[in-house]
């Protein structure tokens, strides 16, 4: 006996019928219904419209890449409890580094432009103070920034980073190095308005700053990975600061002519120095760039 539906119709056998999985007898017993029963050829024609969405819907998926098929399969195979790690080719690498600039924090960008304007503003309205107040302001503003370039509350993608096995080291290299180029390129054009509007020597001014800027940069990245960002925003700000002060005379805004504040192998080693801290630590624990996989 024919399934059909209680009302005498067989649109429980339709889906089968389109695709051609009945028996060959029950083919024929639809196929003759079908020409006697306009509700059905209308249920049939919505059925053919859905299987036609179906198929185009699937002719412009793309196909996923074998590897993606070799990785699931390995990892089904794998003992319980081992965790696969997948091979990157370096386009892969680069493709995680470039995406890191749409992760960042967005207000970073403008805050940090209009920090350096201000403060070219205010130098050109300074005559003779412009180096003091760029050797001031310029490495303030990047340890500040760089101390937010992730976290659980300033980071949108956070979670898909900690859903996908992407090394936290890389995404902390990727985001610093965006941030810090970044700060180099606006305080570079803001030197060089300065040093056009007080016709100053421009490589003289950018070796007083851009020491003291990576310096702080990189060890503000360090203070953010193993505290919080409110907390390297502000060691930062006060190791900035610190720099001027003298123990006898309170705060002495000249010392920025120090040697030691200047761009320097000192100053060069330092900042070596706390890259590496930065990423070696952001390996050991799930700080904010994505967790340790």
Not at 29 to 48: M, N, P
Request: net charge neutral; aromatic share 8%.
């Amino acid at each position: 006996m024919m399934a059909s539906h209680p009302s005498g119709h067989v649109v429980d056998l339709l889906p089968d019928y389109l695709v051609q999985a009945l028996h060959d007898d029950e083919m024929a017993f639809v196929t003759t219904h079908l020409a006697a029963c306009a509700d059905c050829r209308a249920e049939l024609q919505g059925w053919k419209k859905m299987q036609f969405a179906m198929q185009t819907s699937s002719a412009v998926m793309p196909t996923p890449s074998p590897q993606i098929l070799q990785h699931a399969l390995a990892a089904i195979d794998a003992p319980s409890g081992t965790v696969m790690i997948p091979t990157h080719s370096r386009r892969q690498y680069a493709q995680i580094v470039l995406r890191q600039l749409r992760l960042l924090n967005p207000i970073i960008w403008p805050a940090t432009a209009l920090g350096i304007i201000i403060a070219a503003v205010f130098a050109m309205t300074q005559p003779g103070k412009g180096t003091l107040i760029f050797n001031v302001v310029l490495p303030l503003i990047s340890a500040v920034s760089t101390a937010f370039i992730s976290s659980p509350e300033n980071d949108p993608g956070l979670e898909l980073l900690l859903a996908t096995p992407i090394s936290p080291r890389l995404v902390l290299i990727g985001r610093w190095c965006w941030l810090l180029g970044y700060n180099l390129l606006a305080a570079l054009v803001a030197t060089f308005v300065l040093a056009a509007f007080q016709h100053g020597n421009y490589w003289s001014l950018v070796l007083l700053w851009v020491g003291p800027v990576a310096l702080l940069s990189s060890f503000s990245a360090f203070i953010s990975i193993i505290t919080t960002p409110v907390v390297a925003g502000a060691v930062g700000a006060a190791l900035c600061l610190a720099r001027f002060a003298d123990p006898n005379a309170g705060m002495d805004w000249q010392r920025a002519q120090d040697g030691l504040w200047q761009t320097s192998p000192l100053v060069l080693c330092l900042t070596l120095l706390c890259v590496l801290l930065a990423y070696f630590s952001s390996g050991r624990r799930e700080p904010r760039f994505g967790g340790d996989y």
